[in-house]
């Protein structure tokens, strides 16, 4: 008789120490439901389908305008592991993937702001768990119980921001059941709500706060003003000598927790660019100006922007992507690329020693673009409009200065004015951007203060030196597939992997059981409709026909012949990361490799 056919399962997916505790934890919990909870406790399964080491890299503008707990400048990059937990429940037979959490673990080794916190990043589930009177329990259950878990590894605190995707959009399930509904904010919030009371009523969490209590009120003036003396409190980000009128403010902030995804960076960025934008109104009299603007530091930073700001600029603030547009000559052409906003970060963060290195970067702008598209092209033809703007700009400012007596030539002022110690300078006159910056930051934070939460957890069983016990050291669980939420999505999205019914479902998980057990499996390769190769790293992809993907070479040839447009789209699964070789301490772990070392190895095979 022929061989049964093997059948992937998730029990058979290695157990780690806080799958096994987390897994006890809902079983116990769907017990005390009773009534048909109970008897479903045994159907569900809890794994830890990823666990891999990652790094944030800190944006700019978060090094520039703040500084760490202990003085020191932030960091560039910030490492931590990113986890993923699914809880599995059997459904007729098969396994079904109903609810996958994303979290991100910094030890307090790593240092930097967010040493000995966790981050809550990603969750997401489909309605198909049984029964559905429990749903809402076991999830909130899950969470409860890895809050205690990270308690008594010695996490000091845990955040999360509740935030619902926006309708059309997935966390990490692709296609939800129709009829299932999007969360609204208050919603979602509510649901997080019940579920910190149940934390806090199992011990999980000691105390309950907001991010904008703990580390925004201080800088909100447009608040503070109102409340009484006693009520204004400096944040727990903010140096005790803060608390003394007489102490001398500090030159930077203390940083609050950084996480990848969350709502404060990424407004912080946004509200400086948008400060920086205001104070680049180039010779205007907007009221935002800075105090100190009339300074030729200034000025020429404002030249800089107000060129940025043009709208024939916009080719030319960012870096070229020579993959994603096929350029496989620009580097050849163009051996030292430069861009506005390159030119621009840079002298905001002043890097620049001389104001010619300035002009010299923003001339190398155009003549890389003047160099490489020919004449009549509208990139040619916008660089040739742009530097001739920027010359003219360019000669006004410098008769300013010699004019007012801040310069004796232009060619002194351009070779010998020293833009570093203007830095240092700056430092002392508390600059305008951070005056800003902060208060409008903090007044951002406060209209989303009820969905950030920030979760101090018991003391535990850590030790008195803080420092995080994992008594899982050493794991690392891989799955290409799994490791990121958005590779996890684009890869569903592009295999099919549907979560709207339940038989889409189930076939779904079998897949996703498949690669899990078989983590070397060549089959998640994206072939060219064309060439029938493997496609690396960028694909360029048809909306209208059905599966059409070619490579950046066939696009090169045969792009212009296709009826319909065609998008790039950047890949970020690499097959030769599935197929690395695999330690012996769990069958299916692999080593993570780090992306820009994949990035270069791959180039390196295409040459």
């Known amino acids: 008789p022929a061989a049964p056919a093997r059948w992937w399962r998730a029990a058979d997916l290695a157990d780690t120490r806080m799958t096994a505790f987390l897994q006890a934890r809902v079983r116990q919990r769907m017990v005390e439901l009773g009534g048909a909870a109970a008897g479903f406790a045994p159907t569900v399964a809890v794994k830890l389908v990823s666990c891999v080491p990652r790094r944030l890299r800190a944006p700019d503008i978060l090094r520039e305008h703040f500084r760490g707990r202990d003085g020191a400048a932030l960091p560039e990059f910030l490492k931590y592991e990113s986890r993923a937990v699914v809880l599995f429940q059997k459904l007729d037979g098969c396994d079904v993937m109903v609810f996958s959490m994303y979290v991100h673990e910094f030890p307090t080794a790593a240092g930097g702001p967010s040493a000995g916190r966790v981050y809550v990043a990603y969750l997401d589930s489909v309605e198909y768990f049984r029964p559905r009177t429990a749903r809402t329990e076991v999830y909130h259950e899950l969470l409860v119980a890895y809050l205690d878990w990270s308690r008594g590894r010695g996490f000091d605190a845990a955040h999360i921001w ?40 199992t011990g999980a969490v000691r105390r309950v706060a907001t991010l904008y209590d703990e580390c925004f009120a201080a800088w909100d003036t447009t608040r503070r003003r109102h409340k009484p003396q006693h009520a204004q409190r400096p944040a727990v980000w903010v140096d005790n000598a803060d608390a003394d009128e007489g102490a001398p403010a500090p030159r930077l902030p203390v940083c609050p927790p950084v996480f990848d995804g969350d709502y404060w960076p990424e407004e912080c960025g946004r509200l400086g660019g948008l400060i920086e934008r205001r104070r680049g109104l180039f010779g205007g009299n907007h009221a935002l100006r800075s105090q100190t603007e009339g300074a030729p530091e200034h000025q020429l930073e404002g030249l800089v922007l107000s060129l940025k700001a043009q709208p024939a600029a916009y080719p030319f603030n960012r870096p070229v992507d020579p993959e994603a547009l096929g350029l496989k000559d620009y580097r050849t052409v163009c051996p030292h690329p430069m861009d506005l906003g390159t030119v621009a970060t840079q002298l905001q963060a002043k890097r620049y020693a001389t104001p010619d290195r300035v002009v010299a970067d923003v001339r190398l702008v155009f003549r890389n673009a003047s160099r490489y598209n020919p004449p009549g092209h509208p990139v040619h033809e916008a660089a040739r409009t742009l530097l001739a703007h920027f010359e003219r700009k360019l000669d006004q400012l410098l008769e300013r200065l010699v004019s007012t007596g801040a310069a004796e030539s232009p060619d002194a002022w351009l070779a010998g004015y020293p833009l570093d110690r203007a830095a240092a300078d700056a430092e002392d006159r508390a600059p305008s951007v951070r005056a800003r910056l902060l208060p409008e930051l903090a007044g951002s934070v406060h209209r989303m203060k009820e969905s950030l939460f920030v979760l101090y957890l018991q003391d535990g069983r850590a030790d008195a030196s803080g420092e995080i016990r994992d008594p899982d050291a050493g794991l690392r669980l891989s799955c290409p597939l799994l490791d990121s939420r958005h590779t996890f999505l684009e890869m569903c999205q592009f295999w099919h992997y549907q979560f709207d019914s339940l038989r889409r479902a189930k076939h779904s998980t079998v897949m996703l059981l498949y690669h899990l057990h078989v983590p070397r499996a060549e089959s998640l390769g994206i072939s060219c409709a064309a060439c029938a190769r493997e496609i690396r790293r960028v694909r360029w992809h048809c909306a209208t026909c059905v599966d059409f993907n070619i490579c950046r070479a066939c696009e090169r040839e045969r792009g212009a012949a296709h009826r319909h447009a065609l998008t790039p789209f950047r890949i970020t699964f690499s097959r030769r990361r599935a197929l690395a070789p695999e330690p012996a301490r769990i069958d299916r772990a692999v080593v993570a490799v780090d992306a820009e070392e994949e990035d270069d190895d791959e180039e390196d095979e295409e040459d």
């Open 162 to 201: 509740a935030c619902p995707p926006q309708r059309g959009n997935n966390f990490i399930f692709w296609c939800h059941p129709q009829h299932q509904r999007t969360p609204s904010r208050e919603r979602l919030t509510e649901w997080y709500r019940a579920m910190v009371a149940r934390a806090t009523a």
